[in-house]
């Protein structure tokens, strides 16, 4: 499976950003994803995820209230809309997904397949 990510760039702190994961398998509808993210210095961390089956999701507490993971219209992709962005956001971006299990899985080691990154940069 490969994962293309797309949607970075340059906002101004308060604005908002639309980052997209397209799977190279129809079947990745049914997969478990999440967004991750690494800033400079920093070890990648979580940001939100997505079960398999019901689209529960799961955010990590610095997103609460200001991310939103979805699945797209075209159901081999999952959608990150970041609003209200702050320069603490400011990482590359990595969408994943896990080729089994129904739930939303928020540890970096148990995804199967990760994209290539996507930089997003807030200005103060």
């Known amino acids: 499976v490969q994962l293309q990510a797309s949607g970075g760039g340059l906002v101004q702190a308060g604005g908002s950003l639309r980052l997209s994961c397209e799977a190279s398998?129809?079947?990745?509808?049914?997969?478990?994803m999440g967004w991750f993210r690494q800033a400079p210095g920093k070890e990648r961390e979580f940001v939100a995820a997505?079960?398999?089956?019901?689209?529960?999701?799961y955010y990590a507490d610095s997103v609460k209230g200001r991310f939103t993971i979805s699945r797209g219209n075209a159901k081999n992709t999952v959608i990150l809309n970041m609003n209200s962005l702050k320069p603490e956001d400011t990482a590359v971006y990595y969408c994943?997904?896990?080729?089994?299990?129904?739930?939303?899985?928020?540890?970096?080691?148990?995804?199967?397949?990760w994209g290539q990154g996507t930089q997003v940069t807030v200005s103060s």
């Open positions: 994943a997904a896990r080729i089994s299990g129904r739930y939303y899985y928020i540890q970096a080691e148990s995804y199967d397949y």
């Open positions: 997505i079960s398999g089956s019901d689209r529960t999701t």
């Open positions: 398998k129809r079947t990745a509808s049914s997969y478990p």
